[in-house]
């Protein structure tokens, strides 16, 4: 019995490490992710490097950013501007330099408040927090002279709107005989694709590399969570590769990469801004960060040059994703455009194989019910029959031991402090009830994994964002918003953090205290104290994790308690 006891208490205590990660590590992490981020806000009053063009030495040709951030909307007013109006985007294109820099999601609020302002996604050079893509040319080889656009080229738009069934026509001719001409074209969802032309009129072979990147500036206020990367990725000859910020600025080096077909892009937790080469070249792409007065993180690619020849004329596609990373929406780009692995940018972790098929029977289930709370309810009912075959082996094996325990206290009593002999004396009556006190163990093992995969899913999935269950929860993903230390709401004031704990990590802590009441007790008087411990413990750890999560294991204990109880009856055992 003390064996039992002694794996699973480590196997709960290798879990509470995993969880009190998030207090001891995670959270100091979190504050001085914060306070880096004041940083960088008031970074944004110095100097900005300008766009590092790929095939340039970063810091080359700077251009310097405004004295001070001013209000996005005063930025945006300033510039002449081509609007983006669809479905699922709103915004607008510079015209200088033609950059892609002014989008919010028309389907995402910040907050689940129906009033709330639209999520920002792109931003300009001169706002808070400049997010921006831009496309063009470079010489195919260096030293050669050519004028071609650049940052602050002006473009002459054909039309003053893009729409999904209205594409955008820009054209620069640099008066040396070339002509530029950019089509952009853009869906229902976030997918743009900009097809790039060359007229040449110079009268001699002209050889050209099309480039595209993607600039952010200033380091992003992240969730500072282990399980969730942030920042730099790419699909590179079918492997992702992922950049951290923090590594980015501590090494300070360029990464240079080389892939056919892939993509390269920055992701947030829920939102993607990712550049897709044309899926048939090599293409060499780069990850690099500039410090200085702020921060500047860049991915950026360079295709194969082309020639055009004297009075001829060559044009190259590529598309930039920006927005939402919607499960079925990146699957049907990868399907439906040819694109390598798009889904990548969903950071399913190592339990993907878990992960993945979880997300789809959630996302079924929410569909079919129209409420992923209920889905989660449903879902874990599907867990316990799946696990019920190895669940009834495991509450068998409890009941059998808590049957056998008046007869462990006698042995306790009759040996005393000589652990050797009531060790013998145990292992014997084991072997005369047929009992064996590690069988319930194997389901606590193969439960880890599915919890991880589940949190992964309610976690890092954006169907879950804002998803509303019953009364006061709104936002599945989050926390529960209520806590015990102001009566849930009944006396005005706002406890820190630290005492948040709200009536689900309550419910869950109850429901674990009760399971708990139904397994065999430990004859050792000190682990036993420390089982006692454990429901108020994870009550208080669960406090600060996505509300599902702490729905789907309360419910998920009150579903084993009914099972072992009933177990325990059919047995003949009490339940106390």
Known sequence: MTDQKNLILTIVISIAILFGFHFFYERPRQMAAQAEFQRQQ???????????????????????????????????AEAGRVTIATPSLHG???LRGGRIDDLTLAKYKVTPDKDSAEVVLLSPVGAVDPYFAEFGWV????????????A?????????????????VLTWDN????????????????MFTVTQRVRNETGADVALSPYGFVQRRGTPKTEGMFVLHEGPLAIVNGTLKEYKYKDLKEDGATVNLSSTGGWIGITDKYWLVGLIPDQSQTTDMRVLHQGGAGDV???????????????????????????????????????????DSLDYAVDWGWFYFLTIPFFHALDFLGGLVGNFGVAILIFTVFLRLAFFPIANKQYEAFAKMKKLQPKMEELKKKHGDNREQLSMAMMKLYKEEKANPLAGCLPILLQIPVFFALYKVLYVTIEMRHAPFFGWITDLSAIDPTTMFNLFGLIPWDPPSFLHVGVWPLLMGITMWLQQKLNPSNPDPVQQKVFMLLPFIFTYMMASFPAGLVIYWTWSNLLSIAQQWFIMRRMGVKAT
């Open 175 to 190: 008066g040396a005989g070339l002509v530029f001409e950019r089509t952009i074209t853009v869906d229902a969802d976030y």
């Open 152 to 168: 602050d080229t002006v473009w002459t738009a054909s039309a003053d709107r893009l729409t999904p069934d209205a594409p955008l």
């Open 297 to 339: 993180y860049q991915v950026d690619y360079k295709a194969p040059a082309i020639s055009v020849a004297a009075g001829g004329t060559a044009e190259t596609t590529h598309r930039l994703f920006a927005g939402a990373k919607i499960v079925s929406l990146l699957d049907s780009y990868n399907e439906k455009l040819g694109i």
């Open 42 to 76: 008031a970074l944004q009053a110095e100097q900005l490097p300008s766009s590092t063009v790929p095939g340039s030495t970063p810091g080359v040709g700077a251009i310097g950013g405004p004295a001070a951030p001013r209000p996005r909307a005063d930025v945006l």
């Open 92 to 94: 607008s294109i510079n």
């Open 139 to 150: 010489p195919a080889h260096a030293g050669t002279a050519l004028d071609l656009p650049k």
